[in-house]
């Protein structure tokens, strides 16, 4: 267990919907990231956040956003849903920035499934 | 930019035969490199990351990884394989500032099959 949750493990929604992912970093940690593993692009980071801020953003469509809220849970908003976003997203969170290597640890992931 | 190669998509071994798991990475700044494993259903677990110290690199579940900057190459070994590291096993790069942060660019992956 590495202490990272995300919430709900699986999705099943229509083209067109729009679904929340949910994760909550390792205690202490301040940094969250997204990714999204998918069977023709392999894991792709999407967005990263620090203490509230987003730090860096990577091959994020437009129709997702994420933020992370005080408590430093974070939350990736999927809209206008297409077949090609059925994917897992995963969550990992790392204590800092980082800038210094330091370990991201992954939660179990949210599999959604675009029908 | 950063990218990572993993040179083989499945690898397949007898339990107890050497692992040899290959990963070249490309970054034009020193890079953080990292070998996670994902079990089915699974999350990605970190087995040990290269951080500019020690060139050979221990991790856990008796694996091992050596960073050489001169072929750029950071292949995962274990002396005897087990049943249990049957897997996938990705390599990733981050490198260390810029406006990248923390971000890891992953290889494909590389499937792990240990026959009895």
């Known amino acids: 267990d590495s202490g990272v949750t995300q919430t709900p493990k699986h999705l099943i929604t229509a083209t067109g919907q729009r679904v929340t992912l949910r994760c909550s970093p390792r205690?202490?940690?301040?940094?969250v990231y997204w990714y999204q593993q998918s069977l023709d692009q392999g894991l792709q980071f999407l967005i990263q956040?620090?203490?509230?801020?987003?730090?860096a953003k990577g091959n994020i469509l437009e129709r997702f956003s994420a933020q992370q809220f005080p408590d430093l849970h974070s939350e990736l908003n999927l809209s206008s849903l297409e077949l090609g976003d059925s994917a897992l997203y995963f969550c990992?969170?790392?204590?800092?920035?980082?800038?210094?290597?330091?370990?991201?640890?992954f939660g179990p992931g949210t599999r959604l499934l675009v029908l | 930019a950063q990218s990572v190669t993993q040179l083989g998509s499945h690898v397949s071994v007898s339990e107890g035969a050497l692992v040899l798991l290959r990963c070249n990475y490309s970054?034009?700044?020193?890079?953080?490199l990292f070998w996670y494993v994902q079990y089915p259903n699974q999350g990605l677990q970190l087995l040990l990351k290269?951080?500019?110290?020690?060139?050979l690199v221990k991790g856990i579940n008796g694996f091992e990884a050596e960073f050489k900057k001169s072929e750029t190459s950071f292949h995962l070994t274990k002396p005897s394989a087990h049943m249990s590291d049957a897997a996938e096993y990705f390599c990733?790069?981050?490198?260390?500032?810029?406006?990248?942060?923390?971000?890891?660019?992953f290889g494909q992956g590389t499937i792990l099959t240990v026959h009895p």
């Open positions: 970054s034009s700044v020193p890079p953080y």
């Open positions: 990733a790069v981050s490198d260390a500032g810029g406006t990248s942060y923390g971000k890891l660019t």
């Open positions: 290269y951080t500019s110290a020690a060139t």
């Open positions: 205690s202490g940690d301040l940094s």
């Open positions: 956040y620090y203490n509230g801020e987003e730090r």
């Open positions: 990992a969170s790392s204590a800092r920035a980082g800038r210094t290597g330091e370990t991201q640890y």
